[in-house]
């Protein structure tokens, strides 16, 4: 079965400072893990995707992430937060492209 | 290019009521799926479809049915409206192969 945990449903940084989202995984086999933005009344947007070609991987509005296989990791970072990060952040998991299996979010505030 | 479009954005209705939630999309995509989100639970999996005139239940599908006579289309249904169905309702498309998920803006649905 799949799963994905996000430590720490609530995240607050200074702007400026790194962003560290947390995202574990747990599967059977090698699986594509996605990260998803939701911005207030919106919808998930992608951040960024990992389909198994390099391990790190970046995405939109200078986040990236890194498969670490050997810690069932794929979290996601940025050297500098900025306000208009303030959103939900999802980890998802898919092993066979057709069923998605999300994480419970991590709210992220900045603080400036 | 509308992506994924949801009808209606809110809703308002009484214990024991029926509605149906109106999903299109113009990608030309093969998957489909419907999820519903509450605070600190994520995203919960309703049902999804894999194709034009297929369905399938996913994680939460009690108190729900599905059709999708058109490719385009995924109508998600309320039988008996509940309480407990008080929800942000976000309907996803998807294409085949490793490809992420598109959402919609969601319907938010309350129940009395």
């Known amino acids: 079965a799949q799963s994905v945990t996000q430590l720490g449903s609530h995240v607050s940084v200074s702007e400026g400072a790194l962003v560290l989202l947390r995202c574990n995984y747990s599967?059977?086999?090698?699986?594509?893990l996605f990260w998803y933005v939701q911005y207030p009344n919106q919808g998930l947007q992608l951040l960024l995707k990992?389909?198994?070609?390099?391990?790190l991987v970046k995405g939109i509005n200078g986040f990236e992430a890194e498969f670490k296989k050997s810690e069932t990791s794929f979290h996601l970072t940025k050297p500098s937060a900025h306000m208009s990060d303030a959103a939900e952040y999802f980890c998802?998991?898919?092993?066979?492209?057709?069923?998605?299996?999300f994480g419970t979010g991590t709210s992220l505030t900045v603080i400036p | 290019n509308a992506g994924v479009t949801q009808t209606p954005k809110f809703r308002v209705l009484k214990t024991g009521q029926s509605m149906t939630l109106l999903c299109a999309q113009d990608?030309?995509?093969?998957?489909m799926y419907w999820y519903r989100q509450d605070p600190g639970m994520g995203l919960r999996l309703i049902h999804y479809s894999v194709g034009e005139g297929t369905t399938a239940k996913g994680e939460v599908p009690d108190g729900y049915n599905v059709s999708r006579l058109k490719k385009q289309n995924f109508l998600l249904g309320l039988e008996s409206a509940a309480p407990s169905q008080t929800s942000v309702y976000f309907c996803?498309?998807?294409?085949?192969?490793?490809?992420?998920?598109?959402f919609g803006d969601g319907t938010r649905l309350s129940i009395l």
């Open positions: 990608m030309n995509h093969e998957y």
């Open positions: 998802a998991v898919s092993k066979a492209g057709n069923q998605f299996y």
């Open positions: 996803a498309s998807k294409g085949t192969g490793n490809q992420p998920q598109h």
């Open positions: 990992y389909t198994s070609a390099a391990t």
């Open positions: 599967s059977s086999v090698p699986p594509y």
